[in-house]
């Protein structure tokens, strides 16, 4: 009679559910062609060459959300979603001159499905820059370097202690 009882109030209380996002949403909203990467440059500021990726940038950056929020176990892919992602890509480009240099402007927000409301919004701004490794074309260490940066923009947006928090609410008890 007690062992029922007993079972129940030892086992440990399952911990909380982690909120599921849909598959985000992406709107490039960049004056450039979808695959536009970004420009090299003499050192005189003249334009020499259009650098491009061999995908949309928008799509490029779905794709790595979308990994992210997989590898943290945050997609929705076996229940509906409960919350939505979008990004606005106002800037993300590689300009090339004496070394590579990568900048990104990109808001994000995280919005209840149900009901429209906002829950985080982040505005990823980041730049970074390389040296020109001059046995390698550039397009190709620029598509390299792309992809690093939003690998980074990508970890440190969805690590943010703000985005988990709304994922994961504080244990009670």
């Known amino acids: 009679m007690l062992l029922p009882w007993l079972a129940t109030a ?9 909120a599921a996002i849909g598959l985000p949403q992406v709107l490039d909203r960049r004056r450039a062609k979808p695959d536009w990467l970004g420009e090299v440059r003499a050192t005189d500021g003249s334009f020499r060459e ?11 950056v779905q794709q790595r959300f979308t ?7 945050e997609l929705a892919l076996d229940t509906p979603p409960t919350l939505g992602l979008r ?10 001159v004496t070394d590579l240099a990568a900048f990104a402007d ?8 149900a009901s429209g409301r906002q829950r985080d919004r982040q505005r990823l701004l980041n730049t970074t820059s390389t040296g020109i490794d001059a046995a390698t074309p550039i397009a190709a260490q620029a598509q390299s370097l792309a992809l690093d940066f939003l690998a980074g923009l990508t970890r440190n947006a969805l690590d943010a202690p703000q985005f988990h928090n709304i994922l994961q609410p504080p244990r009670v008890g």
């Open 10 to 18: 030892c086992a440990t209380p399952p911990p909380p559910a982690i």
């Open 50 to 60: 259009t650098l491009t990726s061999p995908y949309p940038i928008a799509r490029l």
């Open 67 to 73: 990994a992210g929020l997989e590898e943290r176990g």
């Open 87 to 96: 990004l606005d890509i106002h800037r993300f480009e590689i300009v090339a």
């Open 106 to 113: 990109i808001d994000m927000r995280l919005y209840d499905l």
